[in-house]
Nanobody, 119 residues
Framework: VQLVESGGGLVQPGGSLRLSCAASGFPFRAYGMRWYRQAPGKERELVASISNTGDITNYADSVKGRFTVSRDNAKNTVYLQMNSLKPEDTAVYFC?????????????WGQGTQVTVSS
């Protein structure tokens, strides 16, 4: 299983970024996906999730109305469109999935991509 995030960077407040997470090594279309973020000195928090078909999405209250999660099962990729960015959105963003294994469910993480919102 491999998850590779990209698209992070430095953006001014009010700006936009689109993160991508390319997945491989598992049947992508069968699994829900999640985006988490972790700011310095803070715990990792769930930002958004999307079902395997893409028809069910959920968001943290802090990003509702500003972030949109989507996926392209033909490209094995999940996206996070981030608009109206705020300095408090600064964090490392990770994509995540939970894979069924014999007797357990194992989480897999990408390496993360840094998002910095600053003027």
């Amino acid at each position: 299983v491999q998850l590779v995030e990209s698209g992070g960077g430095l953006v001014q407040p009010g700006g936009s970024l689109r993160l991508s997470c390319a997945a491989s090594g598992f049947p992508f279309r069968a699994y829900g996906m999640r985006w988490y973020r972790q700011a310095p000195g803070k715990e990792r928090e769930l930002v958004a999730s999307i079902s395997n078909t893409g028809d069910i999405t959920n968001y943290a209250d802090s990003v509702k109305g500003r972030f949109t999660v989507s996926r392209d099962n033909a490209k094995n990729t999940v996206y996070l469109q981030m608009n109206s960015l705020k300095p408090e959105d600064t964090a490392v963003y990770f994509c995540n999935t939970l894979i069924n294994q014999p007797g357990s469910i194992r989480p897999y993480w990408g390496q993360g991509t840094q998002v910095t919102v600053s003027s």
